[in-house]
């Protein structure tokens, strides 16, 4: 089975544009990301795939690898999947380019699923991880997810779902995590079906994949990442770095 990580990288991002290419210590977002993801070893090939000379010129001039994008893209998928139809393998995984501090073992968790007892019904899958404060559940720059008894994704949204009606219920709010490890075909599938009504409602692209029938195996992990969407994230990773 060949695994290929691509890495997509837009420049002009909408809450924080320009983020992949600010600097945390010594080198930037997107670079660090790039070399967080050679150094799990879990890759045959790791390309960054972007919209911006910029950000091609820093991983290439870095000795690294990346792909510059022929057209406009609304999401990220999109962005690799157009990279990907040139590219030989059995799993595209999407790391974003905003998680600096990707690690190896949620990815080795994310991977492990296409080896299980249900591989067969797995088109993609994602990880997500338990959300407990209460300003994070109701923050809609945090998305969340609910999934059935064999953890495949129901819904996405970035409101608190499910609502709480039952103060009393245990419930358990679960935040998607943006990495994803996709079929190839599922991925092209997705690529070559037009822009969903539920996906332009809540701008969750995953809910393409949903509306168009593809099922999505959700692992959850302790991921404890720091993603970059905010200038606020910015300064929590620089510490985050500063105390490591």
Not at 21 to 36: D, F, H, N, P
Not at 42 to 69: H, M, P, Q, R
């Amino acid at each position: 089975m060949k695994v290929v990580a691509l890495i997509p990288a837009r420049y002009d991002a909408t809450r924080f544009p320009g983020k992949l290419m600010a600097k945390l210590g010594s080198k930037t977002v997107i670079l660090r990301t790039y070399e967080s993801v050679i150094k799990t070893g879990l890759f045959a090939e790791t390309y960054v795939v972007t919209d911006s000379d910029v950000i091609y010129k820093e991983i290439t001039s870095n000795g690294g690898k990346a792909i510059k994008s022929q057209k406009e893209h609304e999401c990220g998928s999109d962005r690799i999947a157009e990279a990907a139809e040139q590219i030989e393998a059995d799993i595209i995984v999407n790391v974003q380019g905003d998680e600096p501090f990707t690690k190896k073992a949620p990815l080795e968790q994310l991977l492990a699923v296409f080896e299980g007892k249900d591989a067969d019904q797995i088109d993609l899958a994602s990880l997500m991880q338990v959300l407990t404060k209460v300003n994070l559940i109701e923050d809609p720059n945090y998305v969340k997810v609910v999934v059935d008894n064999n953890d495949y994704a129901l819904f996405f949204s970035r409101s608190p779902i499910p609502y709480p009606r039952n103060k009393e219920a245990d419930t358990k709010y679960f935040e998607h995590i943006g990495v994803y490890a996709f079929r190839k075909q599922a991925l092209l599938d997705f690529y070559h079906t037009p822009m969903t009504v539920l996906e332009d409602t809540e701008k969750i692209e995953c809910l393409r994949y949903l509306e168009i029938g593809k099922k999505i195996k959700m692992v959850e992990t302790e991921y404890m990442g720091i993603e970059i969407d905010t200038p606020e994230d910015l300064e929590n990773a620089k510490a985050f770095i500063e105390e490591d």
